[in-house]
């Protein structure tokens, strides 16, 4: 339905995306052998796959001719936060996000459990067909995302955010994650939560041109949707908060109640940090309401992760009271959850 939205056939969804496959392959040729096969065990056209990864640069990125008129149909939101080790109970790095986007996709939300031939394992939230989105690796990197949105955001050449999600969590350490992000070549406005278990965190507010980061305060990282750095405010109209004011007082409100909590703070902490309710039902977690395109959107997940433990845990749609699943590396239960 969004693509339609957009004056898209599925014919021309199938074709622009089998064209998004070239660059792909150039930044990871791998990443679309995975593709390949998802669309083979899936029984679908690679396009159709692709597509669901790139859905930003098909939505947005062709035939859109101005930022505003693109801000009208996104709904995705979210709330991130790193706490160090300095601060925490455990001395362990902790890690989290909720995931606001259209109600409908609650239904083809999973974990993946990834156990490639090379490199680390990873524990992953998506959507059915794509290839990362939050989510932490058996090394200790972890990544959370936040859109952001600028007058640049439109019909730009690049690698979409999934596949620059899963680069980061193919990286055996803190190094290879950061340029993970600063390497690749963005085609829209995005913000990349970087936590590392071993006690190292940062957050990069990107644009198609530019990256920009913030760091802990006193071991706390919090962000939203709207840019933290001083150049990046200086430099840019931050669209995103014409739809979404909410972010200004979200990033707050869940780095007040961690501060609260400073030096002890706990996963249940975090937990409790992405209830917050307050300017319902544009709050930290959100339950369905329409969004500024007339869409439905909500929270439809809660992750929080231990990167230090390689603990994963999400709720799905926590507005419906948030019931925590427990995944780590060393448990077959991702197995029965999948199969």
């Not at 669901?52 to 979210?78: F, H, I, K, P, Q």
């Not at 193919?170 to 600063?182: C, K, Q, R, Y």
């Not at 913030?214 to 949707?225: K, T």
């Not at 039902?281 to 007339?294: E, H």
């Amino acid at each position: 339905r969004s693509f339609f939205e957009r004056g898209y056939s599925w014919q021309e969804v199938m074709r622009v995306g089998r064209k998004f496959s070239e660059s792909i392959a150039e930044f990871d040729s791998t990443m679309l052998e995975e593709l390949r096969g998802i669309a083979e065990g899936a029984q679908r056209d690679l396009g159709e796959i692709v597509a669901l990864n790139a859905r930003t640069e098909l939505l947005y990125g062709v035939g859109a001719d101005d930022a505003d008129s693109v801000m009208e149909l996104s709904g995705e939101g979210c709330t991130g936060a790193i706490v160090l080790g300095m601060a925490t109970a455990s001395g362990n790095t902790l890690h989290g996000q909720n995931w606001d986007w259209r109600g409908e996709s609650s239904a083809f939300t999973l974990v993946l459990e990834i156990q490639p031939d090379e490199g680390p394992k990873v524990l992953t939230l998506v959507e059915a067909g794509t290839l990362a989105r939050c989510g932490l690796n058996s090394m200790g990197i972890g990544v959370t995302g936040n859109f952001l949105k600028t007058e640049l955001d439109l019909g730009r050449a690049g690698i979409p955010a999934p596949f620059i999600r899963r680069k980061v969590l193919m990286s055996s350490n803190f190094h290879d994650a950061m340029s993970a992000v600063i390497r690749s070549q963005r085609s829209f406005s995005i913000n990349v939560m970087l936590g590392d278990g071993q006690g190292e965190g940062i957050n990069f507010e990107t644009t198609p041109e530019r990256l920009f980061w913030v760091r802990p305060d006193r071991g706390i990282l919090v962000h939203s949707n709207h840019f933290q750095n001083p150049a990046a405010q200086a430099l840019y109209d931050d669209k995103g908060l014409h739809v979404a004011p909410d972010s200004l007082y979200r990033d707050a409100r869940v780095r007040r109640t961690l501060e609260a909590r400073i030096n002890h703070i706990t996963l249940d902490d975090l937990k409790d940090a992405f209830s917050d309710r307050f300017g319902d039902p544009y709050g930290v977690c959100r339950a369905p309401s329409v969004g500024p395109g007339g869409d439905e959107s909500a929270t439809l997940a809660t992750v929080v992760m231990d990167l230090t433990a390689g603990e994963f845990c999400v709720a799905k749609n926590p507005y419906d009271g948030a019931r925590f699943q427990e995944f780590n590396f060393e448990t077959s239960n991702l197995q029965q959850e999948v199969s």
